[in-house]
């Protein structure tokens, strides 16, 4: 009897089972591993907000079912966040729902908007899961090729017309994993047109929103004239606030959408843990600015001590604009399988090879910034002096 279901068997998770292989082995022999490869935040939330989490798990009352939605105040706090941030209006009953992290949200708002047979529309490379909630819910992920030469964003006319007509979702990530770029207010104005014109639904993955570097800043989708008509955006906790495993999202924009999304959610999950919508709050309401201004410094100052020796050693280098990466090309044009296996055995330094993110990605690496500032030069050394 096949115990897996039909649709498990397009998703392959190979290219990162085999690096995560060879770590462990390479650890079982006591080598030093510097692993760059997942982007799980390694420093904490703000102090006043573990206080406030610990607060809360000492309340009885925290300890029943949630609401699907979110509570009121947890609402209230991410609408005006998304006001005072990014000049975005949304009502926080009918425009805004709080979910279990982001990643819980692309399946479940697949699952609530997208039909099988239906076309996902997806960046490449992008977070592999975009393709994988295609795949959970029987749709077809298409993907729109990510290329230096028109800057990280995807050339919305080359879309086929045929997909055109199948697609009913397009998800996009400014700034983008792996990429590490930021969308400029025009794009978005184009992809709000392009939505319009061809009936098809945007979600916007926001999760590196607030991590931009050399005095960036990334627009919001939903502050595009007629984005909420079309689309929704999520804003993660996890890497903006260090909040990665209590698992806080929220999704705000289109109310039909949302509604949507709501019965999905209702049938599924209890929503967010209570004491962790309360860290939430007070990690919105109480100068959220000050511990995002420090954690761009933090990631900023990371991405150069690692780029640093790699640009002295003559590495073909594009600073990231944004997030806690760094996408680098292979040197001599090496498969980049080939290149990350190789590099993990010789100098124990873990990254992810870009082709786990999509075709458009062979030939890159991404490396995670989520060691200290030493421990990053230690490893671009060790990479710079491996590969000459
Ligand atoms: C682009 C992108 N979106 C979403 C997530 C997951 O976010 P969350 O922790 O809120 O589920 C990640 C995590 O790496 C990511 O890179």
């Excluded at 498990?8 to 022999?29: D, G, H, P, Y």
């Excluded at 706090?77 to 209006?89: E, H, I």
């Excluded at 949304?90 to 708002?109: F, K, M, N, R």
């Excluded at 906790?237 to 260090?242: I, P, Q, R």
Aim: aromatic letters at 10%.
């Amino acid at each position: 009897m096949q115990v897996k279901a039909k649709r498990l068997s397009s998703i392959s998770s190979a290219v990162f089972f085999e690096l995560t292989q060879l770590k462990t082995e390479l650890r079982k022999r006591d080598v030093q591993v510097i692993d760059l490869g997942i982007g799980s935040p390694d420093t904490p939330p703000a102090s006043h907000v573990q206080e406030a989490f610990l607060e809360a798990l000492r309340d009885p009352r925290v300890y029943g079912y949630a609401t699907t939605e979110g509570t009121d105040e947890f609402r209230h706090a991410a609408a005006s966040f998304l006001y005072q941030r990014y000049n975005v209006v949304v009502d926080p009953h009918t425009e805004l729902l709080s979910v279990i992290g982001a990643q819980d949200a692309l399946t479940h708002i697949s699952l609530a908007v997208v039909d099988p047979g239906d076309v996902i529309l997806i960046p490449d490379p992008c977070y592999p899961i975009y393709e994988v909630t295609a795949l959970l819910v029987g749709a077809t992920p298409y993907r729109m090729p990510l290329r230096e030469e028109n800057n990280y964003l995807p050339d919305l006319s080359a879309i086929p017309h045929d997909i055109l007509r199948r697609a009913k979702l397009m998800i996009l990530n400014y700034p983008s994993n792996p990429v590490t770029a930021v969308a400029p207010p025009s794009f978005f104005a184009d992809v709000v047109e392009f939505a319009h014109q061809h009936h098809i639904l945007v979600l916007h993955d926001a999760a590196y929103i607030e991590l931009t570097f050399d005095g960036r800043t990334s627009p919001s989708f939903l502050a595009t004239p007629g984005a909420k008509d079309v689309g929704i955006e999520l804003h993660s906790f996890s890497k903006t606030f260090n909040f990665a495993g209590p698992r806080l999202a929220f999704a705000a924009g289109n109310c039909e959408i949302l509604e949507a999304l709501h019965i999905v959610k209702s049938n599924i999950d209890y929503g967010v843990f209570l004491a962790t919508q309360r860290a939430g709050t007070i990690t919105l309401q109480d100068h959220p600015d000050i511990h995002i201004a420090h954690v761009r410094e933090l990631y900023q100052k990371r991405r150069d001590a690692f780029l640093n020796p790699l640009y002295h050693a003559g590495w073909d280098i594009s600073p990231s604009q944004a997030t806690m990466f760094v996408w680098l090309k292979t040197p001599h044009h090496m498969d980049s399988r080939v290149f990350a296996k190789h590099l993990l055995e010789k100098t124990g330094v873990a990254c992810v090879p870009g082709v786990g993110f999509g075709p458009e990605g062979e030939y890159y690496v991404r490396f995670a910034l989520v060691q200290p500032e030493d421990v990053l030069t230690n490893a671009a050394n060790r990479v710079a002096h491996t590969f000459q």
